[in-house]
């Protein structure tokens, strides 16, 4: 507890006094040069603060204990730090203290992934798979993984859900078309079947604790395509694969936030990027948000809650508009650095706000150049998008929460067929029953309904 306080008061102190003490002067000067405009410590920027503490053991006797940095005493501190500062700002903090993260690709090796290669083909799919190699920090091992006659699934994901580490993170690529050894002539209801077991076997109690990423990918496909009976024809064009990633769910907030990690984040950016879903049991994004005090699209009056600084979480006297007796809200919102696909982020039906009173989502839009104003732009911090929330009235005080859901997108039942002796450009055979079983095992080893982030507001009339 004394810890705790003399943390608090330091923070308190520190821009005016530095504690009496010019090492950590020049600590708060460091702080603020790594994390006062992007409001993140990551992984990065921890080495800084860690070797430089490590040069200065004398002057920082509280952040020491028995030899080694008291990694929750200094980021309490820093939250303190940067709360106490005007303007106050929430500082997250992403993969400090822990270890590098060590990858691992597996290429899937049945027959139906050599055309994706083929020489007459445009060579997109090389060229994703390299740019994601080449993202990565240091080498990563790669291993061909499943039999070349079939795909073993039970143990393609049992290696890289449940054997995949807490400093280590797994990358699939692979076609998705799930197989059995003896195809021919077999009944698909007997594949459909067969996943479900395999789902069911293997996705159990590390998905509370792993997430797992899939990108629907596309690329040219040229050779000969094996069909659910075992039948076989040539099929020349674009074809579905995908990229699935493994990882704990700290370490999937991680890499989609750690500055040195950013190239890999953009998935969205891979050549032949079609879609994405990302499947957790827990929220595993906090983003920063605050309301605007001005903004074309507010209607009615309100003031901010005293005491929050330039993060606006809580408005009181809320009052419907004269002109059109009704209220909106501009909740500036950050949206980016999250294995989401943009279309899913900004679709409002995607949200559910919880309220007392009857409150919607009018609109989510991009922060345009018109709404940073010079008196606004202390509260936009580093929001990109805006969600403009209605309401008739506000009767009395209560908390809001705006919640994005946690869905299995239309895209997956959009490109899966329950018969393939047909093979087209977009669908995948079983695709639904394989990603909607393992979503239902998420979904039930999830402590609510599932989401990927919760915003908690309050509103008083």
Not at 79 to 99: L, M, N, T, Y
Request: aromatic residues 10%; glycine residues 6%; proline residues 3%.
């Amino acid at each position: 507890m004394k810890k705790i306080l003399y943390t608090a008061l330091c923070a308190l102190v520190l821009v005016s006094t530095g504690c009496g003490n010019g090492a950590k002067k020049e600590f708060n000067k460091l702080l603020l040069e790594l994390a006062d405009k992007d409001q993140m410590i990551d992984a990065k920027d921890w080495k800084q603060i860690a070797d430089y503490l490590d040069r200065n053991k004398a002057n920082f006797k509280d952040f020491i204990e028995n030899g080694k940095i008291d990694v929750e005493e200094v980021q309490e501190y820093i939250s303190d730090f940067f709360e106490h500062r005007r303007p106050s700002k929430e500082v997250k903090f992403v993969g400090i203290g822990g270890q590098d993260l060590a990858f691992h690709i597996y290429l899937e090796q049945s027959g139906s992934m050599a055309p994706y290669d083929s020489p007459d083909g445009d060579g997109s799919f090389r060229a994703a798979i390299m740019a994601l190699q080449n993202s990565l920090p240091g080498d990563a091992e790669i291993d061909h993984i499943g039999e070349k006659g079939y795909t073993d699934f039970r143990q393609i994901f049992d290696e890289i859900l449940n054997k995949t580490g807490s400093n280590q993170v797994s990358i699939l690529v692979t076609d998705l078309i799930y197989s059995v050894k003896d195809m021919a002539g077999v009944n698909p209801q007997k594949v459909f079947n067969e996943a479900r077991q395999m789902i069911n076997s293997v996705f159990k109690s590390e998905v509370k604790r792993k997430s797992m990423l899939v990108v629907r990918m596309t690329g040219t496909y040229n050779g000969p395509y094996y069909a659910y009976n075992n039948s076989v024809q040539r099929f020349s064009g674009h074809r579905p694969y995908y990229i699935i990633i493994v990882a704990s769910n700290e370490n999937i907030e991680r890499l989609s936030n750690d500055a040195s990690l950013r190239t890999f984040a953009q998935i969205h950016q891979l050549r032949g990027y079609d879609n994405m879903c990302l499947f957790t049991a827990d929220d595993v994004y906090s983003p920063y948000c605050s309301f605007l005090l001005s903004n074309k699209d507010i209607r009615g009056r309100f003031r901010p809650e005293h005491g929050q600084g330039y993060v606006i979480k809580s408005l009181e006297k809320v009052e419907p508009d004269k002109n059109s007796g009704d209220i909106q809200l501009a909740l500036a919102v950050d949206l980016s650095h999250m294995f989401i696909d943009q279309r899913y982020l900004t679709d409002k039906t995607n949200y559910m706000v919880e309220s007392d009173d009857d409150i919607s989502i009018k609109e989510i839009r991009k922060i345009e150049k018109g709404d940073v104003t010079p008196a606004q732009k202390k509260y936009l911090g580093t929001a990109t998008h805006l969600f403009v929330l209605s309401a008739n009235r506000i009767n009395h005080e209560q908390e809001v929460e705006i919640k994005l859901l946690n869905r299995m997108p239309k895209w997956i039942a959009d490109g899966s067929t329950d018969d393939d002796l047909v093979p087209d450009n977009h669908s995948t055979f079983a695709l639904r029953h394989i990603l909607g079983g393992i979503y239902d095992s998420y979904k039930r080893n999830a402590d609510k309904e599932p989401t990927y982030f919760e915003l908690e507001l309050k509103l008083d009339k």
